[in-house]
C-alpha cells in the first residue's frame, strides 16, 4: 500500500540552506515502509505501587487481569485485589467511605464465597458465607454488647438453625426472618438485681419470637410448666407443678387458671357451730372461685387457728403494761370485734385424774338448771336456745360475784367471816406451768378439699389476754357489789370443781375459728381470701339416767299370798 506525500530526505539540512539555496520541492510516491514519525519527547512516568502488594507495578493491572488498586468515579469504593478480565475476582478488599470494609472473596464482580465484613454504623462483625453482597449461607456475628450469633443467614437475616448468645440468655434453635421461629431451646441467666433476667428455661416451639404452642419451662425457683403457650402466655391445656406445692392440671386463659380459687368457704350446717367441752369436731374446708364452685387444685396449703374476742385493757393496769411488747395482734374479723390467738390442737387430751365417766359426771353436774334446760330445748328450736343462753349467763354471773364474796370471807347469811376452803389435790394451782399443745398442722389441698378431724380447743395458757381482761373487770365489778348474800359451801365446792376443769378443757363461751392460705410462695403471687366461722362451746351434755326395770307389781298375785298366809295362821 502506497501513498502520496511531500517530505523533505533531509530536514536538518533544509533549514540551514538559503533561500536561494533551497531546491524545489519533489513530489513522488513513496512506500508505507519508507515513513517515518519524527521522535517524540516525554518526560519519565514514575512507577506506583499497589498498597497491598509491593510487587504490583501498576495500579490497575495491564489488561484487566492480575491485581490492582481501583477507586471509583464517585470516591466512594476503593477496591484493592485481584481482577479478571477487569472484574473483581478472587481475593480483595473492598473499603467504604465510612470505614464499612469488606475482605474476602469475589466472583465475577460481586462479593460472593467466604469474607469478613465489619459495619462501622453498628460495630458488628461478620464472617462466613456471602451471596452476590449479602450475607447468605452459614456465618457468625459479632455485636459490640458482646453477643454472638452462629447459624445460617438467608438474604441478610437469621434464617434456619442458629445459635445466639447474649449476656443473659442462649437461644439455640429455629430462626425465620431474623426472629425466632420454630423449635428451639432458651436458657436465661440467674436472677438479676435489675429483673432483666430470671434464670427460666424453655423448650419448646416460637412464633415471631414468643413462645407460642407446645413447650415446658423450667422456672428458676422449680416451678415447672408442662402444656401449650399462646403469644408468651399460659394458654390452653397445661400442667402446672408451682414450688409451693400446689399443683393445678386444666385449661388456662392468659396466663392464669381458667377455674382459679378465689376464696376459701367453711363447710357447716348452722353457724354458729356448736361444740361442746372435752369432744372432738371436724372441720372441712373448700377452695372456691367467685362463682362459688370448687377448684380442684392440689396441694395448696391451708391453715386453721382459733381466736377469742379481745378485750382492751385499762390503760395503767397491769395487763395493760404486759402487752406492750407482745407480738401477737389483734385480728380483725367479720363479726364486728377483733380476736387474739386462742391454742387450737388435735391431740386428744389426757385424763390424769379422774375417769371419763366421773369427769363427764362431775361437768354435767356442775351444770345449773338453766344449763339443763337450755340442752334440752336446743334440739328443739335454736332460736330458744340465744334466749336462754343469754338468761344462764346472767345468772351464772350473779353466782360467780357471790362465789368471789365466799372466797374473800364475806357471809352476810349469819354466819360471819369463813376461811378459804383448800383446792382439792386433784385440781391445778394456777402458778403451775402447763406446757401448750401442739398446734393443729397445715393440711395440703386434695381436688380443692382441705378436711381436719379430732380437733379440740386447748386448755388456756397461762396469763390468757381476754381472761385476764374479763377478770379485771369482774373484780371492778365485785368491789362494789359487797354486802349480798353469800353462797352456800355446796355451790362453793362446784365452783372450785368448775375452775379445775376449765384448766383441764377450754372456758365456755364464743370462740372465732379462722382458716388462712399460707401457700409460700403464693400461687400465682395470689393468696386467696381468708374464712371465718363462729364456734360457741358448751359444757357437755348431761346424760339421762335410765333406771334399772324390777318386777312389775302384781296385785292379784299380792292378793293371793296374803291369804294364804292367813289362812296359814288361822290354822
Known amino acids: 500500500m502506497t501513498s502520496v506525500l511531500a517530505l523533505y530526505r533531509d530536514h536538518d539540512a533544509l533549514i540551514n540552506m538559503s533561500s536561494n539555496q533551497q531546491p524545489t520541492l519533489i513530489i513522488r510516491r513513496l512506500s508505507v515502509d519508507e515513513y517515518v514519525l519524527p521522535k517524540i519527547h516525554t518526560k519519565k512516568i514514575k512507577r506506583v505501587n499497589s498498597e497491598r502488594k509491593p510487587f504490583s507495578i501498576n495500579p490497575f493491572p495491564k489488561l484487566g487481569t492480575g491485581h490492582g488498586v481501583y477507586v471509583f468515579e464517585n470516591q466512594y469504593f476503593k477496591y484493592e485485589g485481584e481482577w479478571v478480565k477487569g472484574k473483581k475476582h478472587g481475593f480483595g478488599k473492598l473499603l467504604l467511605k465510612d470505614g464499612t470494609y469488606y ?32 450475607m447468605h449461607g452459614r456465618g457468625i456475628m459479632e455485636f459490640p454488647d458482646s453477643s454472638e450469633y452462629e447459624g445460617n443467614f438467608v438474604h441478610n437475616r437469621k434464617n434456619g438453625y442458629g445459635v445466639m448468645r447474649t ?37 419448646g416451639y416460637w412464633v415471631a419470637d414468643k413462645r407460642h404452642g407446645p413447650g415446658v419451662l423450667h422456672c428458676a425457683d422449680g416451678s415447672i410448666f408442662d402444656g401449650n403457650f399462646d403469644n408468651d402466655e399460659f394458654h390452653g391445656h397445661g400442667l402446672y407443678r408451682h414450688i409451693s406445692g400446689v399443683i393445678y392440671d386444666g385449661m388456662w386463659l392468659k396466663g ?51 381466736g377469742f374476742k379481745y378485750y382492751q385493757p385499762s390503760k395503767g393496769s397491769a395487763l395493760f403494761d404486759m402487752i406492750e411488747d407482745v407480738e401477737d395482734k389483734p385480728i380483725d374479723t367479720p363479726f364486728g370485734y377483733q380476736v387474739v390467738h386462742y391454742p387450737l390442737t388435735n391431740q386428744e387430751q389426757e385424763n390424769d385424774g379422774p375417769s371419763e365417766e366421773d369427769e363427764e359426771q362431775e361437768l354435767s353436774q356442775s351444770q345449773t338448771q338453766l344449763d339443763l334446760k337450755e340442752d334440752e330445748d336446743e334440739n328443739q328450736n335454736n332460736k330458744e336456745e340465744e334466749t336462754k343462753e343469754g338468761e344462764d349467763g346472767e345468772k351464772l354471773t350473779e353466782n360467780e360475784k357471790q362465789d368471789e364474796e365466799k ?48 380437733v379440740y380447743l386447748a386448755p388456756a395458757p397461762p396469763m390468757y389476754r381476754p381472761f385476764v381482761a374479763m377478770e379485771e373487770a369482774e373484780n371492778d365489778k365485785k368491789s362494789s357489789s359487797r354486802g349480798k348474800p353469800a353462797i352456800n359451801k355446796v355451790d362453793k365446792m362446784r365452783r372450785q370443781k368448775e375452775k379445775a376443769l376449765e384448766e383441764k378443757y377450754a372456758k365456755t363461751g364464743e370462740y372465732v375459728l379462722m382458716v388462712h392460705d399460707v401457700t409460700n410462695p403464693p400461687f400465682l403471687g395470689r393468696t386467696i381470701e381468708p374464712a371465718f366461722l363462729l364456734l360457741k362451746l358448751k359444757r357437755p351434755e348431761a346424760k339421762k339416767r335410765t333406771k334399772k326395770e324390777g318386777k312389775k307389781w302384781d296385785t292379784s298375785q299380792h292378793i293371793r299370798r296374803s291369804m294364804v298366809a292367813t289362812e296359814g295362821s288361822e290354822d
Request: hydrophobic share 25%; proline share 7%.
Open 103 to 134: 475482605e474476602g472473596q469475589f466472583n465475577q464482580g460481586e462479593i460472593t464465597g467466604t469474607g469478613f465484613k465489619f459495619f462501622s454504623e453498628t460495630k458488628c462483625k461478620y464472617k462466613g458465607q456471602f451471596l452476590k453482597g449479602e
Open 167 to 203: 449476656p443473659l440468655t442462649q437461644y439455640d434453635g429455629g430462626y425465620q426472618g431474623n426472629m425466632r421461629h420454630g423449635e428451639g431451646r432458651m436458657v436465661y441467666a440467674p436472677m438479676r438485681y435489675d429483673k432483666t433476667s430470671n434464670g427460666d428455661r424453655y423448650e
Open 256 to 306: 392464669f387458671p381458667a377455674k382459679m380459687a378465689s376464696k376459701l368457704h367453711i363447710v357447716v350446717e348452722n353457724t354458729p357451730m356448736v361444740i361442746r367441752q372435752g369432744t372432738p369436731f371436724t372441720i372441712t374446708v373448700q377452695c372456691l372461685n367467685d362463682e362459688n364452685e370448687v377448684v380442684g387444685d392440689e396441694g395448696r396449703e391451708i391453715q386453721i387457728t382459733a
Open 407 to 454: 372466797d374473800d370471807g364475806v357471809d352476810n347469811s349469819g354466819g360471819g367471816v369463813e376461811e378459804a376452803d383448800e383446792i382439792p389435790n386433784n385440781t391445778t394451782t394456777e402458778t403451775e406451768s402447763v406446757p401448750l399443745p401442739p398446734p393443729v398442722p397445715n393440711c395440703r389441698s386434695e381436688e380443692g378439699v382441705c378436711v381436719w378431724s379430732d
